[in-house]
């Protein structure tokens, strides 16, 4: 499903990385947040606006995902039943983007 390594775009990151000065709130911990809230709200990614992922936080998906990964994979297999495992990161991204604006 998901790659092995993920990261976001660059003004994603940042936002997670202000919210941690402001919380002490790790950025994966808060990306998990931000895309539940985001499929929550159901917004819906679309592929054709090509989402660049220029952060520099590259994780591998267990950390960013932590004991959500079954969950977070579904969810986003059934909402984008026809996405690459790319495709799908891509997805992710958008959905934790859009859950912490």
């Known amino acids: 499903m998901l790659p092995q390594q993920m990261w976001?775009?660059?003004?994603?990151?940042?936002?997670?990385?202000?919210?941690?000065?402001?919380?002490?709130?790790?950025?994966?911990?808060?990306?998990?947040?931000?895309?539940?809230?985001s499929i929550e709200s159901g917004f819906i990614y679309d592929k054709s606006k090509e989402l660049k992922l220029t952060g520099?936080?590259?994780?591998?998906?267990h950390t960013w995902l932590g004991k959500t990964q079954l969950v977070t994979?579904?969810?986003?297999?059934?909402?984008?039943?026809?996405y690459s495992d790319k495709e799908l990161q891509a997805a992710w991204a958008a959905h934790v983007e859009d859950g912490s604006m």
């Open 8 to 37: 976001l775009n660059k003004s994603t990151e940042d936002k997670l990385k202000k919210y941690k000065e402001e919380t002490g709130i790790n950025p994966n911990y808060a990306a998990r947040v931000a895309f539940f809230k």
């Open 56 to 61: 520099s936080l590259k994780l591998d998906k």
């Open 73 to 82: 994979e579904l969810l986003l297999k059934q909402r984008y039943p026809s």
